[in-house]
């Protein structure tokens, strides 16, 4: 066989001592794959390593007893026979046995054990052999930690696979396990001992059985890990490992409630420790175990239990103020670790036995406390402690209320009379239902009462949802507290709104309005089946809540909690979709919003009013219909406003409606799904409002305004967000409009006679100043065509290409953004006679190009092929049209980027254009071409034309908000930056190299550093050693003009990824010198501290390199560090001072 | 060298919170921003008490008061306080504090160090070793005592 005197070359060569563990490894696959192929069985493998299996030499049978176990180990999914796997489990149970070649033993013991039923498995007898073999014979904690971990595996392995296999080995496997694990450190074979003991409790689960006696020396062992805390740290994720022993740990606690007589007195003693990390482990583990351990055995550590609660949350709360207390009038506090383990273990214990209700109600400091606090009437006299005290009485009272029916009976027997009384409030009688009884609502202002009373009521809301799926109405009837909160809840509302509409609201009782604000916010949102208030009341809270909104927008507190009220009770009725609710909520607060936005006095703070619109609206998709109503309404009135007539007021309002509808409305609409309606109707409606208002102010533009660019961006996410067919109605009505005001003729061109003309154009120079009109069509007209899908079918294609073509040329940017779509899009062939689509890429490709590009007659550079472009004949052409030719550099850029994002070769050829361009300057002195230039070219001017044509590259590869994005359903093919990049960088470096100009040059490095800073990290990383010095030159060179410093800050981001990823550590270090340089040259660079800032972090990284490298350097960098340290910006001061101690320390 | 600790149960206090950063965008490119006297304190606050493993913050050895600042007469004066009388640890402590200025300051820097009036046994003594140049310079030749301080002086990424 074949197979064999392969299978031998292998064996011997894992056994060789000399190999490497890589050659090993290599070895047992190949054996594996001969194994799976057939090539080989088994049974000839052990007949060829017989001799390594049994041989006397210690050292190479254990090697010849692992290569096996490997090669098992990979076998997992093979079937084997039944034959075979009981000979070699035989033989590996035996061979544990042998202390020399244990791990040859385990791992194959292990590879046996795990085997699936459907390949073969392991029989129970066989099993329990091994574990038998297993606990006569492996002296666990006297083996390596490898091999330790190993044999905890096999012995999870077997408890979790052979459970029923060893049950009957009852106290001989107990004690060997306490054995094995005792004394036990390692974290990772601590994680398998935990598993195991749990898997133990499993296995025993009878409280008289074995495990019974050996509970106490289980628990000895366990506990004296609690609670994890590694004393030395090591690394970063000792937290995740921490976390990972923890709660292993944990689940072994509780795995029996046999543990409970020995837990429960440690983990008590360690409540009361010093380490507050061990109090929140203990706090945790208790929870948990009190779940699992039951009632019965808790109960008689209640007492204990709740004194500890008491002292970590009411005695001595740790809770900080946290950053919104602000808007919860002073009372939001965090509860820091210890607290909010405490309240998850008090929730627990609630919930299992009353005792420990009585045990809090009978509490007496809890009770002085109450009763003092609200004996004091005034909140401004509470300290942070007593507030902190009420936060944490607050939340054991409605834990208590919260656990059960029973005990909230009880919580409100004791205190809900007591605080009824202190606030004043009487139950209301029978007869006066609805109608709000001025007397007797208005309540005393009494914080302490005020601020239970509201935690009551949301613990019943609590409750109450939680037995809304499962308890009939009737059941809620006949409780304590569900008939209390029937009495008081109505003249507690009238309270509520009473003390909002008075004008004490004014004086700074901002913890009041919250309080009475979440009481209505809390009585208004519980559940359908249990209405504590009548309809009537219900509309009396929203209207109050709703009148804030609408009229008090100066008095931020009362707003925001306000806002926020309605917002959660709009969610809560979307929640439970009850129609009464529904409807009154619609009528009453959606309705009333929309006036407020529809109507004339929107004016003042309107973007306060915005957001409350949309806030609102957002809660059910019914009321943000009726709400989008309401924006189109007031978009169309300041629209037009603004348009027609040129109000100031109207444009900035105008702009701001459509700012909210392109950042909030049209993206809650997209998420939410469906609904193509909304977007259509407003781009519709954008058109109609253009058609319908004929004349338009002639009053030019004035900066300030934004109008025409908020309404593009809103345009061009409404028709992103439209299907196809929503799509062709908009670009057909848009160029219906786009005929009718004669926009074709205007710009040079008959319609329908698509043969471009344009020296007429070339004339028609001003574009910009009379026409404001047609810049309004034409820019909106873009919008839409930039956001088109590709499948969307355009009208006219040529008129349309002609028209943005001549736009460009006049230096209208958000045509080129809306040419370049076109040309990513189009399909580049037209297939069948009957297409909508009247253009295809070719097509557009060559009017672009004639357009842009003069053809030239004499030839002296275009090649045969027609798809080349003619350099020459660009050159002149556009350096003929003086005001056109930086217009045509920026368009070629954008038509490039959208060829390339989709894979043209075409890009190519504007790539060669745009560096011809760049070099203008260099040619000059160079050949025939000479005297053409000069003839047409205005020497001032080509400075300025080269630096356009370099920044190109940064249109090229940066990503662009305004087009060619995802969400304008750009075609983006992958990896484009990555080919742009790899194609143009080593034309860009050969360029640099040749060329004699220093203007030329400085322009190709500027138009590296875009190339550069734009491309990913990775297809750097991979040339880091060529691109290295021109990086540094780069930064030299940038570093001379202070207009370049965004630039410069790109570039240094990119060394500073060099420097920072490993595999650029080796170019980094051929070039160390220069770079120290370089980054010290800019820590003085005046102009920019993020700069500064990134050069100083530079340094640091390199101080990380080899020593021997940068030893040199160690004085220089020190001598200009300390320059730095004298900078005027403190941040910099700062990382120089870390720079220091960073290159300090080498030597 | 004593026995044991001179002080060998310090009380420990809480840390102050840090400076958070200004975040990018609103600041002012050319502002200049003096060096004050939380800056002077977030250099030193994480020095490690040479006894104990507690910043002097922890153990109030220094505080923000006690800081006084002259950016325009690039003048610094430290006032520290030993946590007992007799600690023969406030030259260390002292010599931490002018080491650690020495790197963190640019060199138009004069910086004067002291112990707070009566906290100690031997002020005066205390305060003429620690000012004296020559004798910086001598005890930063010690090898032994150069350990001393880098040990306080390593950074503790907290």
């Known amino acids: ?1147 | 060298m004593v026995d044991g600790l001179i002080n060998a149960n310090p009380t420990v206090y809480e840390k102050k919170e840090r400076r958070a950063r200004i975040p990018p965008g609103d600041v002012d490119e050319y502002a200049v921003e003096p060096i004050d006297q939380q800056e002077i304190f977030d250099h030193v606050r994480d020095i490690k008490d040479p006894e104990h493993p507690y910043s002097l913050e922890e153990l109030k050895v220094i505080t923000e008061d006690a800081i006084e600042v002259d950016d325009k007469q690039s003048h610094v004066r430290i006032t520290f306080t030993p946590t007992v009388e007799h600690c023969s640890m406030a030259t260390v402590i002292g010599l931490c504090l002018r080491v650690k200025l020495m790197r963190c300051l640019p060199p138009r820097y004069k910086v004067d160090i002291r112990v707070a009036p009566g906290t100690h046994a031997t002020e005066a003594a205390v305060n003429k070793q620690l000012n004296d140049k020559e004798r910086v310079a001598a005890a930063l030749e010690n090898p032994n005592l150069v350990e001393m301080v880098d040990e306080c002086l390593a950074p503790s990424y907290e």
């Open chain 1, 1 to 1147: 066989m074949g197979g064999s005197t392969e299978c031998v070359k292998h064996i011997e060569l894992y056994v060789n001592s000399s190999a490497t563990s890589l050659q090993q490894e290599a070895s047992v696959n190949a054996i594996a794959t001969l194994l799976k192929n057939d090539t080989l069985n088994i049974e000839t493998l052990v007949r060829e390593m017989e001799m390594y299996l049994t041989t006397t030499d210690h050292i190479i049978r254990s090697r010849g007893i692992l290569l096996l176990a490997e090669v098992l180990a990979k076998l997992t999914s093979k079937p084997l026979t039944d034959t075979s796997i009981h000979s070699l489990i035989g033989f590996f149970s035996e061979r544990l046995a042998d202390w020399k070649a244990s791990r040859g033993a385990i791992v194959g013991c292990l590879a046996l054990l795990g085997r699936k039923k459907e390949v073969g498995m392991v029989t129970d007898s066989e099993a329990k052999a091994v574990a038998l073999s297993y606990l006569q014979n492996l002296q666990v904690q006297a083996l390596g930690q490898h091999d330790r971990k190993l044999s905890f595996r096999l012995m999870e392995c077997i408890l979790d696979h052979y459970a029923c296999a060893i049950r009957d080995l009852g106290d001989v496997l107990l004690y060997g396990i306490c054995e094995a694990i005792d004394e036990e450190k390692d974290p990772d074979c601590l994680v398998l001992v935990f598993h195991i003991i749990e898997s133990l409790a499993k296995l025993y689960p009878d409280p008289s059985g074995p495990l019974s006696k050996f509970a106490q020396d289980l628990f000895e062992i366990l506990g004296s890990y609690f609670p994890i805390h590694f004393t030395h740290r090591k690394g970063e994720d000792d937290d995740n490992k921490r976390e990972e022993l923890s709660r292993a740990l944990l689940l072994a606690f509780a795995s029996t409630p046999l543990f409970e007589p020995f837990s429960m007195p440690l983990l008590l003693e360690k409540l009361s420790s010093s380490l507050p990390s061990a109090k929140v482990e203990s706090f945790r583990y208790i929870s948990y175990c009190t779940t699992q351990y039951g009632s019965d055995r808790m109960v008689k550590y209640a007492q204990a239990l709740w004194s500890s609660v008491k002292e970590a949350t009411f005695i001595s709360p740790q809770s900080t103020v946290s950053a919104e207390s602000e808007l919860t009038g002073g009372m939001g506090f965090l509860d820091n670790d210890m607290m909010t383990q405490a309240f998850v273990l008090l929730q627990e214990v609630m919930q299992q036995d009353i005792i420990f209700t009585n045990l809090v109600l009978s509490d007496k400091d809890i009770n002085i406390f109450v009763n003092s606090l609200i004996e004091s009437t005034d909140f401004g006299d509470i300290s942070l402690l007593l507030r902190q005290k009420l936060h944490a009485a607050g939340h054991i009272l409605s834990v208590c209320a919260k656990s059960s029916a029973a005990s909230c009976n009880k919580v409100f027997e004791s205190y809900f009379p007591l605080l009824m009384n202190a606030l004043g409030i009487s139950p209301a009688k029978p007869s006066q239902k609805s109608y709000l009884d001025d007397d007797c609502s208005v309540f005393k202002l009494n914080f302490g009462a005020l601020y239970l009373c509201i935690d009551f009521l949301g613990a019943c809301r609590c409750l109450t949802a939680f037995f809304d799926n499962f308890t009939l109405v009737s059941d809620f009837a006949n409780q304590t507290w569900c008939a209390m909160l029937h009495r008081f809840s109505g003249p507690l509302m009238k309270g509520f709104i009473s003390f909002l509409g008075s004008n004490i609201v004014d004086s700074g009782h901002n913890a009041f309005v919250y309080l009475c604000v979440k009481g209505l916010q809390t009585l208004s949102t519980f559940p359908e089946s249990f209405v504590p208030v009548s309809k009537h009341l219900y509309d009396c809270s929203l209207l109050m809540l709703v009148s804030i909104v609408t009229s008090e927008i100066n008095k931020t507190f009362s707003w925001t909690s306000a806002l926020k009220a309605l917002v959660e009770i709009g969610l809560f009725i979307d929640n439970c979709p009850d129609s009464g609710r529904a409807s009154s909520y619609k009528s009453t607060v959606v309705e009333k919003i929309v006036f407020l936005i529809s109507s004339g006095d929107i004016t003042s703070s309107s973007s306060l009013k915005l957001q409350a619109a949309y806030d609102i609206g957002a809660t059910r998709k019914e009321f943000m219909v009726r709400i989008v109503q309401g924006l189109d309404e007031a978009i169309a009135v300041h629209f037009s406003a603004a348009y027609e007539l040129g109000n100031l007021e109207s444009d900035k309002l105008a702009t701001e409606l459509l700012d909210t509808y392109s950042n909030k409305v049209l993206p809650w609409f997209l998420e939410t799904g469906d609904s193509e309606e909304i977007p259509i109707k407003f781009a519709l409606g954008i058109w109609a409002n253009i058609e319908n208002s004929r004349c338009i102010n002639p009053r030019p533009p004035d900066n300030a305004s934004n109008l025409l660019g908020a309404t593009m961006t809103a345009m061009k996410k409404a028709v992103g967000s439209c299907t196809v067919e929503g799509q062709e109605m908009i670009i057909n009505k848009s160029y219906e409009l786009l005929l009718e005001s004669n926009c074709f003729e205007s710009m040079g061109f008959q319609s329908d006679n698509c043969s471009s003309k344009l020296k007429g154009l070339q004339q028609n120079h001003n574009f910009g100043s009379s026409t404001y009109r047609y810049e309004w069509l034409i820019s909106l007209f873009a919008s839409v065509v930039i956001a088109l899908r590709p499948q969307a079918c355009i009208p006219n294609g040529k008129m349309m290409v002609q028209l943005f073509i001549s736009a460009i040329l006049n230096g209208h940017v958000s045509s080129a953004h809306a040419l370049s779509a076109l040309v990513n899009k189009l399909p580049s062939k037209i297939t069948g006679i009957n297409s909508f689509r009247s253009i295809s890429l070719e097509e557009v490709l060559d009017m672009i190009f004639g357009s842009f590009f003069r053809t030239s007659s004499n030839g002296s550079m275009s090649g045969n092929d027609g798809h080349e472009i003619d350099l020459s004949g660009l050159k002149l052409d556009t350096l003929r049209i003086q005001s056109a030719k930086s217009n045509v550099v920026i368009g070629l850029a954008w038509i490039g980027k959208a060829l390339l994002m989709r894979g043209h070769v075409k890009v190519k050829d504007i790539t060669m254009t745009l560096l011809g361009l760049l070099m203008l300057d260099g040619n000059i002195g160079d050949s025939n071409q000479l005297q053409e230039w000069t003839e047409v070219c205005d020497e001032e001017y080509v400075p300025q034309l080269m630096k356009c044509a370099a920044d190109s590259f940064h249109i090229i590869m940066s990503d662009s908000e305004e087009c060619l994005n995802r969400r304008y359903h750009a075609v983006i093919r992958p990896l484009y930056k990555q080919r742009f990049f790899s194609s143009v960088i080593p034309i860009l470096s050969s360029l640099v190299v040749k060329s004699e100009s220093s203007s030329v040059r400085s322009m190709l490095y500027r138009a590296f550093a875009h190339v550069v800073s734009d491309a990913p990290l990775t297809a750097i990383l991979s040339e880091a050693k060529k691109l290295i010095p021109i990086l540094l030159d780069c930064l030299a060179i940038l570093s001379m003009d202070v207009l370049d410093k965004d630039i410069i800050y790109n570039v240094l981001l990119v060394v500073s990824g060099l420097l920072t990823d490993r595999n650029g550590e080796e170019a980094v270090i051929g070039n160390a010198p220069r770079i120290i340089n370089q980054l010290i040259d800019l820590t003085a660079y005046s102009q920019s501290m993020a700069i500064r800032e990134t050069a100083i972090q530079c340094l640091v990284a390199m101080s990380e390199l080899p020593h021997t490298r940068i030893y040199p350097l160690k004085t220089q960098v020190l001598q200009s560090i300390s320059k730095a340290l004298d900078d005027p910006k403190r941040i910099i001061r700062q990382e120089a001072v870390r720079c220091r101690s960073a290159w300090y320390v080498i030597s």
